[in-house]
């Protein structure tokens, strides 16, 4: 059950000292110095046509169709609209004064596991080896400051564009308030600004204040509905899901990602079953999300009462019902790997909370905090505990606790070092982020832009620039491409190749 997703994540920028110093202009460094350090020109700023406004956005990353002349783009001396395409197929960039990592397509929730923490490392060489982000600037994989600002980490997943919406509201809202509990990555305070003393399990709960929306910045809504596909758009939409927690812990990425992903795919064979609405879903987010006990019930508009835990067994048990049904008796790898762990997890926090520790981040960290309490007496207002809480998502691998811990054996490691180290460089081979990576590392030179469903080259000698689309995400593998991307001597070639194969790389 492979699904095209990606995970953006915006990390948390700190600039201690100088007050003249702005998180903007530091967010700006880490992109631009990242760049420089990899031999990656920035994509240039403003991609205007005459008789066509740019797609959607004003910095240039989505572009309009048709082939373009040179002197439609515009280069940026701006770092704060710093934006870049890297080797690996990921973005990144600068948004909303955060320096985010847009990982690449990938097709399995190990992958997007993989591509996700490739992207810390990308933070982690930007803080630590770069001479040219100003020292003490650093990064933090978390989804508030604890003083009221929220920043996201946003999960994408292709979908059937002829599955109605409105079901996919009605099956993903209860499975959403429900989700935190084992994907929550906890955080020391209550309240958006962490006003009350205590621990919740998610970062972002808090922060939502709407069932449904358009908004990913205010009135934040349990479901986005954000609708830029960038693909084939009467075919597919992109589903924007802005309600989880950054995640340290693999397992629950993992599950983060798989388990959403198996109930779209129930969702779109409209295999759901009976209606596990919820009651005052927002309401209840938040109550959920305050109970470390897990004994808070929801109830279900049919007037049932369960848990959160009780509420994701009915998932998990449609899923894997739903899941040997559609493979006959044998879910693929990738997916049984996500029902062992969900059943897993469920179990555990169904036991005790406690025994989740190594797989689900909230428990990981309040076991920490539990032990600093006990050492040293402290209550839950102790600014001490939010120090903890802050240093836990610290991207230097001697600094941030989830590393440390994960070093020592103590949470659970899906994916080697190794494979991420990698994954930095290296595009998944099985989306159109293959095309898209193997063109920045091999002729970057020749790429103007590029874009998730677009990749622009100026061809010495041609007066246009030629732009080879890629809206179909399963297309631009290494298996399509590989060949000819790796014979074309330069980009003239390459363009030359792709036309003579009859293939746009889509
Ligand atoms: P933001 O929310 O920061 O304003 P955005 O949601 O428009 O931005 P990007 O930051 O550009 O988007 O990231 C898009 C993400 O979606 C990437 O992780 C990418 O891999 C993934 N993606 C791109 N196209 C598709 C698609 N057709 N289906 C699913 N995922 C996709
Ligand atoms: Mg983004
Ligand atoms: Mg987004």
């Known amino acids: 059950m492979r699904r095209v997703m990606g995970i953006e994540t915006e990390y948390g920028v700190v600039v201690p000292g100088d007050p003249a110093a702005n998180p903007m202009l530091a967010s700006g460094d880490v992109v631009t110095a990242y760049a420089a350090s990899r031999g990656i020109r920035p994509a240039r700023a403003s991609w205007d046509y005459a008789d066509e406004a740019p797609l959607r956005d004003a910095r240039g990353f989505d572009m309009g169709r048709g082939d373009a002349h040179p002197s439609q783009l515009t280069d940026t001396e701006d770092p704060t609209l710093a934006n870049v395409v890297l080797t690996n197929g990921a973005r990144l960039y600068v948004d909303h004064a955060h320096p985010e990592y847009s990982s690449p397509e990938v ?48 999960e994408n997943y292709l979908m059937a564009r002829s599955t109605p919406f409105a079901s996919v509201v009605k099956h993903l809202t209860p499975f959403f308030v429900a989700r935190q509990v084992m994907c929550g990555s906890g955080r020391v ?28 910045t205010l009135k934040r809504p349990i479901i986005n509905t954000r609708d830029e596909p960038h ?77 959160a835990v009780e509420l994701l067994w009915e998932y998990h048990d449609r899923a894997a019902a739903f899941a040997e049904e559609r493979s006959g008796g044998q879910p693929d790898p990738d997916t049984a790997e996500v029902l062992h762990w969900w059943s897993t997890v469920l179990d555990r926090l169904g036991r005790d909370p406690m025994e989740a520790r190594r797989e689900v981040d909230w428990v990981a960290k309040l076991a920490v905090l539990e032990g600093y309490r006990e050492r040293d007496g402290l209550a839950w207002s102790d600014p ?51 095309f898209r990576g193997a063109c920045l590392a091999r002729f ?56 003579t194969a009859g293939t746009d790389a889509d």
């Open 231 to 307: 693909a084939v758009a009467d075919r597919y939409r992109r589903l924007h899901v802005i309600i989880g927690d950054a995640n340290h812990a693999d397992v629950a990425n993992l599950l983060k990602m798989g388990s959403t992903s198996l109930v779209l795919a129930m969702i779109e064979a409209d295999a759901v079953g009976a209606d596990l609405s919820v009651r005052r879903p927002v309401a209840t987010l938040h109550e959920i999300s305050h109970d470390p006990s897990l004994q808070t019930k929801l109830e279900l508009v049919d007037g049932r009462r369960m848990t």
């Open 189 to 216: 305070g209550i309240g958006v600004d962490s006003r009350t003393p205590g621990y919740q399990i998610a970062q972002r709960s808090d922060f939502f204040e709407v069932e449904v929306g358009l908004e990913t």
């Open 107 to 154: 097709t399995t929730p190990r992958a997007a596991v993989r591509w996700d923490r490739a992207g810390e490392l990308v933070m982690r060489e930007a803080v630590t080896r770069l001479a040219t982000v100003p020292p003490g600037v650093n990064l933090y994989k978390n989804n508030t400051d604890g003083k009221g600002a929220s920043y996201g980490t946003h």
């Open 384 to 434: 001490r505990l939010k120090a903890v809480d802050l240093q836990w998502s610290d991207v230097r691998a001697d600094r941030g606790l989830a590393h440390r811990l994960a070093a020592n054996g103590r949470l659970e490691v899906l994916v080697d070092d190794a494979d991420v180290r990698a994954a930095v460089t290296t595009p998944p081979s099985d989306t159109r982020a293959w």
């Open 444 to 499: 970057s030179e020749a790429v103007v832009a590029a874009s998730w469903d677009s990749v622009i080259f100026e061809v010495p000698g041609q007066r246009m620039l030629q732009r080879v689309p890629m809206l179909e995400p399963l297309r631009g593998t290494e298996a399509a491409v590989g060949q000819i991307v790796r014979e074309a001597p330069d980009a003239a070639a390459l363009l030359r190749a792709l036309a």
